[in-house]
């Protein structure tokens, strides 16, 4: 592929300079030349033929004539019977033609919008009875506008063979080549495109993704054979020198990317004119069009400028994959003087030669930007390594931590249960084996001993209630109040006191050692308070789950608070045990109240399940 483009490219460059012609092909460079009387015109005028010099524009002689010129070509045939190929450079814009006043080719449409077959040659093999021996005529009708370099080019008659390699060649370099640059170019921006939109915040490949995209738009005025989707030539025209524009606009600011650099007032005054130039087409066509050259010629000066200071900003900081890139730019921008000659009319040739090397100049610029995206992609790599490492010695030093936090809530909660248990043998056990002592030094000596039995009694009871709540880490609420109720039946039975007892719902219910402990001791001291100071018939005892609640209830029909009792209740229950039973409805979370009537004492408490 190399060696093809650098066999069409000195070929091209041969024969825009002078090429003489292989002996067995004349290369007609003398015509005579009309213009027509309209756009509809099926015949050329028989006055007013001038002589040419081929190749042809005819703004030089008829300046701003945009319509139908004709061309004639006159050459003497030796031998009529043999095979004739026959070569056409360049027809702009559409074109008729005839061999003999035979038609043998006509462009789809010789009149606005006009077919676009500027952009290739023209090849026939012609033979008797078309062909003459001795003089032919060759009549060429060209339909053209002034503003985009009407005319018509050489004609070379003679070997068939010869004549279709350089037919092959040409069309090549004009055509296929074209077309290469812009599937190339279309690829590539669409390859980037989406890299920009997987990681938006790297613009770079977004402009360069613009960029690509109008410069595959304006290419395709090389490939277009009709005006299609727009109606008009000048609108066609006008549409492919703003997407000219927009592509200078996203090139420069691709370049500001590429170096780190972001310009935003400048950015934003050259993508207000690429909007402008873009908007405007539908609006002025016919002026955008025909004066392209205002716009056009600046945007130009531009882009070298902006190629330029890139040269330099890359020599100078001599990076590699800069120097790279100022490779790719500096290629098309020394080959595309030739271009700019000839789109000047300052240098007479059909060929464009920027799609030469351009393929070579857009897959550079690719491998640059892949260059980019694989350091970015190692540059992440390395900070995904050092995440994971950083994330592995936070997760273990967090894990050290969580250890040490769980020893250290085991090692309180381990304390706050010795301590609990300390407090209830204390508040318990404690307390009624110092009231014991006390008070059997104060009583006679004949009640000492069955009083020891007594209060020994209550200390077991008081050392089992602790020891039932305690001992196992899971039990059901309604297992550890069996031995309780035991306890209180046989008591309360000692004193001639009914209980009926009422228990719904605590199968299966847990609320821990500790919440256990404190509920079944408020509940021993209200019985034991009944059994102490009532003077009650009957006690009823209620425990029941009510919805995400626990409610206690303890009703007797002893004396209330109109009794005459030397030693109210009130006063004996609002000392050490009432308190006792407060602290631990309060500990419990739970609302707590006693309410004394004349017909009995009710004591109730609604804890939460939940702690």
Same mark, same amino acid.
């Given at each position: 592929?190399?060696?093809?483009?650098?066999?069409?490219?000195?070929?091209?460059?041969?024969?825009?300079?002078?090429?003489?012609? /292989?002996? =067995? #092909?004349?290369?007609?460079e003398q015509a005579q030349t009309v213009r027509s009387s309209g756009w509809d015109a099926t015949q050329?005028?028989?006055?007013?033929?001038?002589?040419?010099?081929?190749?042809?524009?005819?703004?030089?002689?008829?300046?701003?004539?945009?319509?139908?010129?004709?061309?004639?070509?006159?050459?003497?045939?030796?031998?009529?019977?043999?095979?004739?190929?026959?070569?056409?450079?360049?027809? $702009?814009?559409?074109? /008729?033609?005839?061999?003999?006043?035979?038609?043998?080719?006509?462009?789809?449409?010789?009149?606005?919008?006009?077919?676009?077959?500027?952009?290739?040659?023209?090849?026939?093999?012609? +033979?008797?009875?078309?062909?003459?021996?001795? +003089?032919?005529?060759?009549?060429?009708?060209?339909? @053209?506008?002034?503003?985009?370099?009407?005319?018509?080019?050489?004609?070379?008659?003679?070997?068939? =063979?010869?004549?279709?390699?350089?037919?092959?060649?040409?069309?090549?370099?004009?055509?296929?080549?074209?077309?290469?640059?812009?599937?190339?170019?279309?690829?590539?921006?669409?390859?980037?495109?989406?890299?920009?939109?997987?990681?938006?915040?790297?613009?770079?490949?977004?402009?360069?993704?613009?960029?690509?995209?109008?410069?595959?738009?304006?290419?395709?005025?090389?490939?277009?054979?009709?005006?299609?989707?727009?109606?008009?030539?000048? %609108?066609?025209?006008?549409?492919?020198?703003? $997407?000219?524009? *927009? %592509? #200078?606009?996203?090139?420069?600011?691709?370049?500001?990317?590429?170096?780190?650099?972001?310009?935003?007032?400048? /950015?934003?005054?050259?993508? &207000?004119?690429?909007?402008?130039?873009?908007?405007?087409?539908?609006?002025?066509?016919?002026?955008?069009?025909?004066?392209?050259?205002?716009?056009?010629?600046?945007?130009?000066?531009?882009?070298?400028?902006?190629?330029?200071?890139?040269?330099?900003?890359?020599?100078?900081?001599?990076?590699?994959?800069?120097?790279? !890139?100022?490779?790719? #730019?500096?290629?098309?921008? #020394?080959?595309?003087?030739?271009?700019?000659?000839?789109?000047?009319?300052?240098?007479?040739?059909?060929?464009? !030669?920027?799609?030469?090397?351009?393929?070579?100049?857009?897959?550079?610029?690719?491998?640059?930007?892949?260059?980019?995206? *694989?350091?970015? %992609?190692?540059?992440?790599?390395?900070?995904?390594?050092? &995440?994971?490492?950083?994330?592995?010695?936070?997760?273990?030093?967090?894990?050290?931590?969580?250890?040490? +936090?769980?020893?250290?809530?085991?090692?309180?909660?381990?304390?706050? /249960?010795?301590?609990?248990?300390?407090?209830?043998?204390?508040?318990?056990?404690?307390?009624?084996?110092?009231?014991?002592?006390?008070?059997?030094?104060?009583?006679?000596?004949?009640?000492?001993?069955?009083?020891?039995?007594?209060?020994?009694?209550? %200390?077991?009871?008081?050392?089992?209630?602790?020891?039932?709540?305690?001992?196992?880490?899971?039990a059901d609420l309604a297992e550890l109040i069996v031995p309780l109720r035991h306890r209180a039946s046989?008591?309360?039975?000692?004193?001639?006191?009914?209980?009926?007892?009422?228990?719904?719902?605590?199968? @299966?219910?847990?609320?821990?050692?500790?919440?256990?402990?404190?509920?079944?001791?408020?509940?021993?001291?209200?019985?034991?308070?009944?059994?102490?100071?009532?003077?009650?018939?009957?006690?009823?005892?209620?425990?029941?789950?009510?919805?995400?609640?626990?409610?206690?209830?303890?009703?007797?029909?002893?004396?209330?608070?109109?009794?005459?009792?030397?030693?109210?209740?009130?006063?004996?229950?609002?000392?050490? @045990?009432? =308190?006792?039973?407060?602290?631990?409805?309060?500990?419990?979370?739970?609302?707590?109240?006693?309410?004394?009537?004349?017909?009995?004492?009710?004591?109730?408490?609604?804890?939460?399940?939940?702690?």
């Amino acid at each position: 592929m190399m060696i093809r483009l650098l066999c069409a490219l000195l070929l091209a460059l041969l024969a825009n300079v002078a090429c003489a012609a /292989e002996p =067995a #092909v004349v290369t007609i460079e003398q015509a005579q030349t009309v213009r027509s009387s309209g756009w509809d015109a099926t015949q050329p005028p028989a006055a007013g033929w001038v002589p040419v010099k081929l190749m042809d524009e005819w703004n030089s002689r008829w300046p701003g004539y945009s319509g139908v010129v004709w061309y004639r070509i006159r050459w003497n045939q030796m031998d009529g019977s043999a095979p004739v190929g026959l070569l056409l450079d360049y027809t $702009c814009m559409a074109a /008729e033609v005839r061999l003999n006043g035979s038609v043998i080719d006509r462009d789809y449409s010789l009149v606005e919008p006009l077919s676009r077959k500027w952009h290739v040659p023209r090849y026939y093999l012609v +033979q008797a009875p078309l062909l003459r021996q001795g +003089q032919n005529e060759l009549l060429v009708r060209v339909s @053209g506008m002034s503003a985009y370099q009407p005319g018509f080019g050489t004609v070379s008659v003679g070997d068939p =063979a010869t004549l279709q390699a350089s037919f092959n060649e040409a069309v090549f370099i004009r055509r296929d080549l074209q077309i290469l640059d812009f599937a190339i170019g279309i690829v590539m921006a669409s390859l980037f495109g989406l890299f920009w939109l997987l990681r938006r915040q790297d613009t770079t490949y977004g402009w360069y993704a613009i960029s690509g995209l109008f410069g595959g738009l304006y290419g395709s005025n090389y490939i277009a054979d009709s005006t299609w989707p727009f109606p008009t030539t000048n %609108m066609w025209q006008s549409f492919i020198a703003a $997407c000219f524009v *927009a %592509m #200078v606009v996203a090139h420069a600011i691709f370049l500001l990317r590429y170096c780190d650099r972001r310009w935003p007032r400048i /950015e934003r005054a050259l993508l &207000l004119i690429a909007t402008l130039a873009l908007v405007l087409v539908p609006i002025i066509p016919d002026w955008m069009g025909p004066q392209r050259n205002t716009y056009l010629l600046p945007a130009i000066v531009f882009v070298y400028a902006a190629n330029l200071a890139f040269i330099a900003y890359a020599l100078r900081h001599r990076r590699s994959d800069y120097l790279v !890139l100022a490779a790719c #730019v500096s290629v098309p921008l #020394v080959m595309s003087f030739h271009d700019l000659a000839v789109y000047l009319c300052w240098m007479k040739a059909s060929t464009y !030669l920027g799609a030469l090397l351009s393929p070579l100049t857009v897959l550079g610029m690719g491998f640059v930007l892949a260059y980019r995206f *694989a350091n970015t %992609m190692k540059r992440v790599e390395g900070f995904n390594a050092e &995440l994971t490492h950083e994330v592995h010695a936070a997760t273990s030093q967090l894990g050290e931590t969580l250890n040490q +936090q769980h020893a250290l809530e085991l090692a309180h909660s381990r304390a706050g /249960e010795r301590l609990q248990l300390v407090r209830d043998l204390h508040d318990g056990f404690g307390g009624t084996l110092v009231g014991t002592i006390a008070e059997l030094k104060q009583a006679p000596e004949d009640m000492a001993k069955s009083r020891i039995v007594d209060i020994l009694s209550e %200390m077991r009871d008081d050392l089992r209630l602790v020891i039932d709540s305690t001992a196992r880490e899971h039990a059901d609420l309604a297992e550890l109040i069996v031995p309780l109720r035991h306890r209180a039946s046989r008591l309360l039975e000692a004193a001639d006191i009914e209980d009926h007892w009422s228990i719904q719902g605590l199968e @299966g219910v847990d609320i821990g050692s500790v919440r256990s402990l404190d509920l079944l001791r408020l509940l021993q001291e209200a019985l034991t308070n009944v059994f102490k100071h009532s003077r009650a018939r009957r006690v009823d005892v209620t425990l029941e789950i009510s919805g995400s609640n626990l409610r206690l209830q303890v009703r007797d029909d002893g004396v209330g608070m109109a009794s005459a009792d030397p030693e109210p209740r009130a006063s004996r229950e609002g000392g050490a @045990g009432m =308190a006792s039973m407060r602290l631990r409805a309060q500990r419990l979370k739970a609302t707590f109240d006693v309410n004394r009537r004349e017909d009995g004492t009710v004591v109730n408490l609604l804890m939460p399940l939940m702690a």
